[in-house]
């Protein structure tokens, strides 16, 4: 423990800030650090912490109690694809008119959706009607994977083969050219 001129000398000495750590204890805390290095150092950490945080999007497919085949396979297509890119899924059925009286067909199909993207994702909601419509949401199983870039070709004049792009790579030196050769 040292008096405040002396532990400001001290700092002075080695290029150092003298920093309160602790002002309410008694006497007050101080510290030698490079204060502009710490900082810096904190900004690190902060921006690293926000890089590793996710940002949840959540994508809706909305349904009709009467969909087609067709439709319902395109639509689960772009569901699939939703929770493989790592977003939640609400899924809505909406009714219409007299479709209010049998809510069990739009159940019907959130069950079907959840039973085919089981290995995908898990029923962060279960199906509950909110006024005309049905709602489940769907939570993906696993991260995104990151988009692989595919590789470029390189473009350099003459790359292709001398007999042009459908003519066969030439074989090998000693080996027979064509099967008839061999005869």
Not at 36 to 52: A, C, L, V
Request: net charge positive; aromatic share 4%.
């Amino acid at each position: 423990m040292k008096p405040l001129p002396e532990a400001l000398a001290i700092a002075r000495e080695q290029g150092l800030d003298l920093v309160e750590v602790a002002d309410k204890a008694d006497p007050p805390v101080c510290k030698i650090m490079d204060f502009g290095k710490y900082k810096y150092e904190q900004d690190q950490r902060r921006k690293e912490s926000r890089r590793k945080a996710s940002n949840v999007v959540i994508k809706e497919m909305k349904f009709r109690p009467k969909i087609d085949g067709h439709d319902y396979e395109t639509k689960m297509r772009h569901v699939e694809r939703f929770l493989q890119e790592g977003s939640k899924v609400k899924l809505t059925i909406m009714f219409r008119g007299r479709e209010m009286a049998h809510p069990e067909l739009g159940r019907r199909i959130l069950e079907k959706v959840a039973e085919r993207v089981a290995p995908l994702a898990t029923v962060e909601s279960a199906p509950r009607q909110d006024g005309r419509n049905m709602t489940m949401v769907l939570n993906p199983l696993r991260r995104p994977k990151p988009k692989a870039k595919p590789p470029a070709a390189p473009k350099a004049a003459g790359a292709e083969p001398s007999g042009g792009a459908g003519a066969p790579a030439p074989a090998e030196a000693g080996a027979p050219a064509t099967a008839e050769a061999t005869a």
